[in-house]
């Protein structure tokens, strides 16, 4: 199993910026995409970036030029710079990772979630 702990959350004003973090541990051989997602009240989850073993990343349009996905597979950590950020931007945001293990093949797993309140 895999167990993943975030941290950097917070409140910020607008046109402030934030670095979320997502440190995964536990048994596994690999680690394949690693994404954020977030959920504001009232609304459905959403995908904000993904970046792939590969390093190739993709965003929301909303976020495009403001956030930067990153990852540390020597840590099995993924980062996620947001800059710019707007009162929109306020959610709860998830870690998501897909990783290999032996025992239980490909799995996805969830972090427990980040507040980030964007206000002045």
């Known amino acids: 199993q895999v167990q993943l702990v975030e941290s950097g959350g917070g409140l910020v004003q607008p046109g402030g910026s934030l670095r979320l973090s997502c440190a995964a541990s536990?048994?596994?051989?690999?680690?394949?995409?690693m994404g954020w997602y977030r959920q504001a009240p009232g609304k459905e989850r959403e995908l904000v970036a993904t970046?792939?073993?590969?390093?190739?990343?993709n965003y929301v349009d909303s976020v495009k030029g403001r956030f930067t996905i990153s990852r540390d597979n020597a840590k099995s950590t993924v980062y996620l710079q947001m800059n710019s950020l707007k009162p929109e931007d306020t959610a709860v945001y998830y870690c998501?990772?897909?990783?290999?293990?032996?025992?239980?093949?490909?799995?996805?797993?969830w972090g427990q979630g980040t507040q980030v309140t964007v206000s002045s």
């Open positions: 998501n990772v897909n990783a290999f293990s032996w025992v239980y093949g490909v799995k996805g797993y």
């Open positions: 536990g048994t596994f051989a690999s680690i394949n995409n």
């Open positions: 970046i792939s073993s590969g390093n190739s990343a």
